[in-house]
């Protein structure tokens, strides 16, 4: 069991930023990926950032070159820098990581989510 806890939301006003941060409850390293995604009112989750485990880094096309991934593994923690930020960006953002396991019978992956924390942004 992963554990993530969300911290930074709030409410800004259009042209600013925020940084989201996502402390996981262990060596996130070891994890296959770690991401953020969004949920705005009425409309599905979508990716907005990703990073997995070799390093690659991947933005949904609605916040490249605006949105920064990054992570400090000796802390556990993968941030969301938000730049120039718009009123479509309001939502509920969500810190996401899959976990692979082994065992006897094969292996798999678990899916791991955080429980989310508020982005308004004002025009």
């Known amino acids: 069991q992963v554990q993530l806890v969300e911290s930074g939301g709030g409410l800004v006003q259009a042209g600013g930023s925020l940084r989201l941060s996502c402390v996981a409850s262990e060596n996130i390293a070891r994890l296959k990926h770690m991401a953020w995604y969004r949920q705005a009112p009425g409309k599905q989750r979508e990716m907005v950032a990703k990073v997995t485990s070799d390093g690659t880094i991947t933005y949904g096309n609605s916040v490249k070159g605006r949105f920064t991934i990054s992570e400090d593994t000796a802390k556990r923690t993968v941030y969301l820098q938000m730049n120039d930020l718009k009123a479509e960006d309001t939502a509920v953002y969500y810190c996401?990581?899959?976990?692979?396991?082994?065992?006897?019978?094969?292996?798999?992956?678990?899916?791991?989510w955080g429980q989310g924390t508020q982005v308004t942004v004002s025009s």
């Open positions: 996401n990581t899959e976990k692979t396991w082994t065992a006897l019978r094969g292996w798999g992956t678990n899916d791991y």
